[in-house]
């Protein structure tokens, strides 16, 4: 089961690695459009619809990553003090309310969404050359279609940790090189 998990979270990662080009893109195309506005005095006409193209594919795409590294932002105040089962059995039933539903209407949205873009050869209002946004509204159910899969490891790691007590290993990007030391093992080296 754990290859099954680790599988998917390459997959969200390989995704989120190949989309992180885009900020490069993205910080080139800002830089260029800075010089040439302000030092040039000739500003482009298709540098707002590249910036915002490229950073929302970034950020959509991502989001499968961030959950196969459980990086989302979570109020966890309360959960974090119950027992690890009781947290998995939280996480399970609000992945099957929530999360799912969620995506699901994302993937379904987003779809007809993108559909429709293409159908009419949307070209964006903002810059007099008009770039085609249908490529880029086509990231809405694709993005969508990660998320999902992603969410079906993470429910499969909450039923492992109900049924074994503990909580699967996920792949880990960066390493600590100090572990983080508790608390009060803290307050001993600060007396």
């Given at each position: 089961?754990?290859?099954?998990?680790?599988?998917?979270?390459?997959?969200?990662?390989?995704?989120?690695?190949?989309?992180?080009w885009a900020i490069l893109i993205l910080t080139f195309v800002v830089t260029y459009e800075v010089f040439m506005r302000y030092v040039m005095r000739s500003p482009t006409a298709w540098a707002y619809d590249t910036?915002?193209?490229?950073?929302?594919?970034?950020?959509?795409?991502?989001?499968?990553?961030?959950?196969?590294?459980?990086?989302?932002?979570?109020?966890?105040?309360?959960?974090?003090?119950?027992?690890?089962?009781?947290?998995?059995?939280?996480?399970?039933?609000?992945?099957?309310?929530?999360?799912?539903?969620?995506?699901?209407?994302?993937?379904?949205?987003?779809?007809?969404?993108?559909?429709?873009?293409?159908?009419?050869?949307?070209?964006?209002?903002?810059?007099?050359?008009?770039?085609?946004?249908?490529?880029?509204?086509?990231?809405?159910?694709?993005?969508?279609?990660?998320?999902?899969?992603?969410?079906?490891?993470?429910?499969?790691?909450?039923?492992?940790?109900?049924?074994?007590?503990?909580?699967?290993?996920?792949?880990?990007?960066?390493?600590?090189?100090?572990?983080?030391?508790?608390?009060?093992?803290?307050?001993?080296?600060?007396?």
């Amino acid at each position: 089961m754990q290859k099954f998990l680790f599988f998917i979270d390459h997959i969200s990662t390989w995704v989120a690695k190949v989309f992180a080009w885009a900020i490069l893109i993205l910080t080139f195309v800002v830089t260029y459009e800075v010089f040439m506005r302000y030092v040039m005095r000739s500003p482009t006409a298709w540098a707002y619809d590249t910036a915002y193209i490229l950073y929302g594919s970034l950020f959509m795409m991502a989001g499968a990553y961030a959950l196969s590294r459980n990086a989302h932002v979570r109020a966890d105040v309360v959960s974090r003090h119950l027992p690890v089962r009781v947290q998995a059995g939280v996480d399970l039933v609000l992945y099957f309310v929530f999360f799912f539903p969620g995506v699901l209407a994302l993937i379904y949205s987003g779809y007809f969404f993108a559909a429709m873009s293409w159908a009419i050869g949307e070209r964006s209002p903002f810059s007099p050359g008009g770039p085609p946004l249908y490529h880029f509204k086509s990231v809405i159910p694709i993005c969508g279609a990660f998320l999902a899969l992603q969410g079906i490891a993470e429910v499969t790691r909450c039923i492992l940790c109900i049924k074994n007590g503990y909580w699967p290993a996920r792949l880990d990007d960066v390493k600590e090189v100090v572990p983080v030391q508790k608390a009060d093992e803290i307050e001993e080296i600060r007396t």
